[in-house]
């Protein structure tokens, strides 16, 4: 279902956290409202109020393995919702939704036309037993804007290296993709030197740096898990 991007539907940042910064100020006006997750990543509330957007906090169900309660997100959802951010994999809980729960909240999405802020940078922090699939990939209608970057995968986060890619098939962000491109225009975006290095950091980092990663981690978390 992922349509066919190109470079024109990527916009670089300084770090993931530029890639929010810049996606919350192009989609929302002064005045309306976004939804975040409850608990989450505190920095969405930070740079949505610091442009006098409201944020309104829908609720994940620890006994349902950290899902969305969608009716009370539902309900949040009002004329003035410019959009919803939804970080999958989870951001403090670790947690990763299922196939079956990410076609249920893009149908929440879509009836009411509101476009999504995936915040994706621990995708490729999963645990065993889980399987991760973006919002992009599932999505038919619902506009995304896919937020990621260098720092996480690849333990580099002095880099600052991020990226916005624009998931539009319909056109209904024609907008707010180029609002995206006039604001990443007018700051600072990532070193150049590291945006010349991403090709091979991309291509040629070998599967055995990840698998390393991955087992390091996995295993730190059962031992963090077995000391509470």
Avoid at 78 to 88: L, P, R, S, V
Avoid at 142 to 152: A, D, E, N, Q, R
Avoid at 164 to 169: G, M, S
Wanted: net charge negative; aromatic share 8%.
């Amino acid at each position: 279902l992922i349509k066919e991007i190109s470079a024109k539907d990527v916009i670089l940042c300084s770090g993931c956290s530029c890639s929010l910064d810049l996606c919350i100020a192009a989609i929302a006006n002064e005045g309306q409202n976004i939804l975040i997750p409850k608990p989450g990543f505190s920095i969405y509330r930070t740079l949505a109020e610091g442009f006098g957007i409201e944020c309104r906090s829908y609720n994940l169900i620890p006994e349902l393995g950290w899902e969305i309660d969608l009716d009370q997100m539902e309900e949040l959802i009002d004329e003035k919702t410019a959009a919803i951010i939804i970080t999958n994999p989870s951001n403090p809980n670790g947690s990763v939704f299922s196939k079956k729960h990410i076609l249920d909240i893009l149908a929440v999405a879509e009836r009411h036309f509101v476009p999504i802020i995936a915040d994706e940078i621990y995708e490729h922090f999963v645990f065993p037993g889980n399987e991760y699939h973006s919002m992009s990939s599932l999505s038919k209608n619902v506009p995304i804007l896919s937020c990621g970057g260098t720092t996480k995968r690849f333990l580099v986060p002095g880099w600052r290296l991020g990226w916005i890619i624009v998931h539009d098939r319909h056109g209904a962000l024609a907008e707010v993709k180029q609002g995206l491109f006039n604001l990443s225009a007018r700051i600072l975006g990532p070193n150049s030197l590291v945006q010349g290095a991403l090709p091979s950091i991309l291509k040629d980092t070998p599967q055995k740096f990840y698998a390393e990663l991955m087992e390091t981690l996995h295993s730190h978390a059962i031992i963090a898990y077995e000391m509470l």
